[in-house]
């Protein structure tokens, strides 16, 4: 049987994985990335953290496999860390799990598994591999449970990274992965998921700003939409679009922010229902289940990992563009994040929100 890197997490999705292919009789090797800063902190919780590489050890001790510590530290700052901080500094909204697949796990651990002599990688997401029979294109599928999908995460990647890749939880649900992981007398069957962001400690974003970049806390003005001056934000770094909380305003009526200025580090603010929106334009495009399309194409859309997709359409434009329109308007559509696009199961693609006030403008 074909030779296989697992990353291992330490968590339990990832050693299930792990444990099903050995199951299957491939050649396994497991290995978990070393990517945690040095300043410490994340390195005491996390999936990349010190405890998860000790339970993803005693797990391949189990499983009877070879099982490695890599030092990504230099890609992960590089590719991720970096990337959060720059984003923010923006006025945009990063997706790190996105950055990290993109550029660690699909990537450079995908060229370190070939030294390896794997042919495939292996992760513990919940998500499909498939292939199209007319078209002969890999398909990247939604995993079977709604609520454990990561598909949208998935988005970047290659035709040639998904004929590599194995998903072996794609078709379970999370209860029955425990349950499997709990038979198999796997350590990890009831460990926590973790939810934080892996570096930064104890999900303090904040804070982790303030301390790789002082400058981000310059304060700057608040204004209306008819930009009237209400007040001062301590950095445009520490704000989304559709957030409320820290503002301080002293208005009797709840406000939120409607757009992030960066030119003139000012915060745009106003009532909910200014958030809506229905377009956007998309950059850095990867397409999976077609090639680029050159005509509108009808999908379903999400713009946030933990959103429903709704009903849009595709528009392409030029140079590695396209205009995302909803058939209704959208709360907060943040530059920054993800736009993910589908057609039933299959995700056709996406890219990275990159501009509002562009896309509303040629809405149609």
Same mark, same amino acid.
């Given at each position: 049987m074909p030779r296989v890197v697992v990353a291992m997490s330490g968590g339990v999705d990832s050693s299930l994985a792990a444990a099903l292919l050995v199951e299957q009789g491939y050649e396994v090797i497991g290995v978990t990335l070393q990517l945690w800063p040095d300043e410490g902190g994340s390195s005491q919780?996390?999936?990349?953290?010190?405890?998860?590489?000790?339970?993803?050890?005693?797990?391949? !001790?189990?499983? *009877?496999?070879?099982?490695?510590?890599? +030092?990504?530290?230099?890609?992960?700052?590089?590719?991720? #860390?970096?990337?959060?901080?720059?984003?923010?500094?923006?006025?945009?909204?990063? +997706?790190?799990?996105?950055?990290?697949?993109?550029?660690?796990?699909?990537?450079?651990?995908?060229?370190? &598994?070939?030294?390896?002599? &794997?042919?495939?990688?292996?992760?513990?997401?919940?998500?499909?591999?498939?292939?199209?029979?007319?078209? !002969?294109?890999y398909l990247l599928l939604r995993g079977v449970d709604a609520a454990k999908d990561q598909s949208y995460a998935l988005y970047t990647l290659t035709q040639e990274q998904l004929a590599s890749t194995l998903f072996p939880l794609g078709g379970m649900t999370k209860a029955e992965t425990r349950c499997r992981a709990a038979a198999l007398g796997l350590g990890v069957a009831t460990k926590r998921d973790s939810q934080e962001i892996c570096f930064v400690?104890?999900?303090?974003?904040?804070?982790?700003?303030?301390?790789?970049?002082?400058?981000?806390?310059?304060?700057?003005? #608040?204004?209306?939409?008819?930009?009237?001056?209400?007040?001062?934000?301590?950095?445009? &770094?520490?704000?989304?679009? *559709?957030?409320?909380? *820290?503002l301080r305003l002293p208005v009797?009526?709840?406000?939120?922010?409607?757009? #992030?200025?960066?030119?003139?580090?000012?915060? @745009? @603010? !106003?009532?909910?229902?200014?958030? %809506?929106? %229905?377009?956007? @334009?998309?950059?850095?495009? +990867?397409?999976?289940?077609?090639?680029?399309?050159?005509?509108?194409?009808?999908?379903? &859309?999400?713009?946030?990992? +933990?959103?429903?997709?709704?009903?849009?359409?595709?528009?392409?434009?030029a140079e590695d563009q396209a205009q995302l329109v909803f058939d209704e308007p959208q709360r907060a559509i943040t530059p920054g994040q993800a736009a993910v696009f589908y057609q039933g199961d299959r995700v056709v693609g996406g890219g990275t929100v990159q501009s509002l006030r562009l896309a509303e403008a040629q809405t149609g």
């Open positions: 919780r996390g999936c990349c953290s010190l405890s998860a590489v000790e339970d993803a050890r005693r797990v391949a !001790g189990k499983l *009877g496999i070879p099982y490695y510590v890599l +030092n990504f530290r230099d890609i992960f700052a590089e590719t991720v #860390i970096a990337d959060f901080v720059r984003e923010y500094r923006r006025g945009r909204t990063p +997706n790190p799990c996105v950055r990290c697949n993109q550029h660690v796990k699909f990537a450079a651990l995908r060229q370190r &598994a070939r030294q390896l002599g &794997a042919e495939f990688l292996a992760t513990g997401h919940y998500a499909r591999v498939s292939t199209d029979p007319e078209s !002969g294109r400690p104890e999900d303090d974003y904040a804070g982790f700003l303030r301390r790789r970049e002082p400058a981000v806390a310059t304060p700057g003005p #608040i204004v209306d939409q008819q930009g009237n001056v209400l007040g001062e934000h301590p950095g445009i &770094a520490f704000f989304t679009l *559709g957030q409320k909380r *820290g009797p009526h709840p406000l939120y922010v409607l757009e #992030i200025r960066p030119e003139t580090n000012t915060l @745009v @603010v !106003g009532p909910e229902e200014a958030l %809506r929106q %229905r377009a956007c @334009v998309v950059t850095d495009l +990867n397409w999976i289940s077609v090639a680029a399309p050159q005509v509108e194409l009808e999908v379903t &859309a999400k713009v946030r990992y +933990n959103m429903e997709d709704q009903a849009a359409v595709v528009r392409p434009l």
